[in-house]
């Protein structure tokens, strides 16, 4: 049973680009939550999809942006690339918004620098 | 404001000998507390979690972390540790009717020999 993939699992940027990262949810899951661990800090909330809506959103510029397919896979797409951006870009999913019951599995992450 | 805050970034420890992770919650984030584990270059782990009932929660591993209400605490023990326990260690929260993980910092533990 696959769990949570991300793609790429490294990439470099200049300042000023666009990059889009995916996710692909572990088998049965129907909702994909992102998060920005920054170095040396715990993860920070980005955003949540299901049913291919942003359900709620964190503390972050518009410049991050999202979108859920119907096969429940996941981009993040950050525009306008700030040397702050580096981070390494976590994606969980889950069974359902809350994930109360059946938890959330995560992946390792995509680690993004900007330079 | 911080709602989740572990309050040691590192924890040196000698092999086999017990361990405490310490995590303290703001009132306003918690009824589900978490305790996750980052290897090098990897994802988050579940360890174990605390959604209701026993204040007492075992996890993988050999670890547990008892519930405190009245201390706003979750602190998280080993009575041993192995050289492979040494990883990143995240307290995490979520509210009852909302969706998203509050973190804390993280606590470093680093098992030696």
């Known amino acids: 049973d696959a769990g949570v993939t991300q793609s790429p699992t490294h990439l470099i940027k200049t300042r000023g680009q666009q990059v889009t990262l995916r996710c692909s949810p572990k088998?049965?899951?129907?909702?994909v939550s992102w998060y920005q661990q920054a170095l040396g800090q715990g993860p920070q909330f980005i955003f949540q999809?299901?049913?291919?809506?942003?359900?709620q959103r964190g503390n972050f510029p518009d410049r991050f942006s999202g979108h859920q397919f119907p096969n429940y896979s996941s981009e993040l797409n950050v525009n306008a690339l700030l040397l702050g951006d580096s981070a390494l870009y976590l994606c969980?999913?889950?069974?359902?918004?809350?994930?109360?019951?059946?938890?959330?599995?995560f992946g390792s992450g995509t680690r993004l620098t900007v330079v | 404001a911080q709602s989740v805050t572990q309050l040691d970034s590192q924890v040196p420890v000698f092999e086999e000998a017990p361990v405490e992770l310490r995590c303290n919650y703001s009132?306003?984030?918690?009824?589900?507390l978490f305790w996750y584990v980052q290897y090098p270059n990897q994802g988050l782990q579940l360890l174990l979690k605390?959604?209701?009932?026993?204040?007492l929660v075992k996890g993988i591993n050999g670890f547990e972390a008892e519930f405190n209400k009245s201390q706003t605490s979750f602190h998280l023990r080993k009575p041993s540790v192995h050289i492979s326990d040494t990883a990143e260690y995240f307290c995490?929260?979520?509210?009852?009717?909302?969706?998203?993980?509050?973190f804390g910092s993280g606590t470093k533990l680093n098992v030696k020999p």
């Open positions: 969980a999913s889950s069974l359902d918004p809350r994930g109360r019951n059946y938890g959330y599995t």
């Open positions: 088998s049965g899951h129907d909702t």
């Open positions: 009132s306003s984030v918690s009824v589900y």
């Open positions: 995490a929260g979520r509210r009852d009717n909302f969706n998203k993980f509050y």
């Open positions: 999809y299901y049913e291919e809506e942003e359900r």
């Open positions: 605390y959604l209701s009932g026993s204040t």
